[in-house]
């Protein structure tokens, strides 16, 4: 595990491109923190290091997911997925997003405290964590070799 400082916008923007380049289809990364900690903002830097054109990444908190076509930094072209479980309420409910579905992609989940007992491979997890500065730290555990290089 590795604690970052993020002082700045571009240094989210840093970590994200950071992120993006270790990523393979199946993985899924978790993005845990309060409201309003990064975990947005984080989400638009990675998907837009990934996409081949300019998209507007939206947040889907109300949506619950949105999908984006992306090219991982070896070549693959595949889905990413995002899913915003803030307003999930059950565990039936998460088989209806077709979570399973997406990990033929790479899925970046925000509230993965909702999952309760589904699993999923994850493979890298980023807490974010308001500072009484109003920069950010995210705590930065990767569960996967192909993405512990981020901890060096």
């Known amino acids: ?12 923007k840093s970590l994200a491109t ?4 270790c990523l393979r289809p ?17 989400s638009q830097y990675l998907i837009a290091a990934l996409s081949p054109v300019p998209v507007e990444v939206t947040s889907p908190t109300f949506s ?4 984006y076509p992306v090219t991982l930094a070896n070549g693959v072209q595949c889905e990413l997925s995002h899913y915003d479980l803030y307003r999930i309420e059950s565990e039936s409910a998460l088989i209806e ?11 970046l ?11 999923l491979p994850i493979a890298l997890s980023l ?26």
């Open 1 to 12: 595990m590795n604690v970052i400082r993020l002082a700045s916008l571009a240094d989210t």
């Open 18 to 21: 950071q992120v993006s380049a």
């Open 26 to 42: 199946g993985d899924v990364v978790t993005l845990d923190g309060d409201l309003g900690a990064g975990k947005t903002t984080f």
């Open 64 to 67: 619950l997911l949105q999908t």
């Open 97 to 107: 997003l077709g979570l399973e579905d997406a990990l033929l992609g790479v899925s």
């Open 109 to 119: 989940i925000e509230w993965p405290g909702r999952l309760g007992s589904y699993r």
């Open 127 to 152: 807490s974010f964590v308001l500072a009484e500065d109003g920069g950010r730290t995210v705590r930065l555990e990767p569960f996967v070799d192909h993405c512990k290089e981020l901890l060096s």
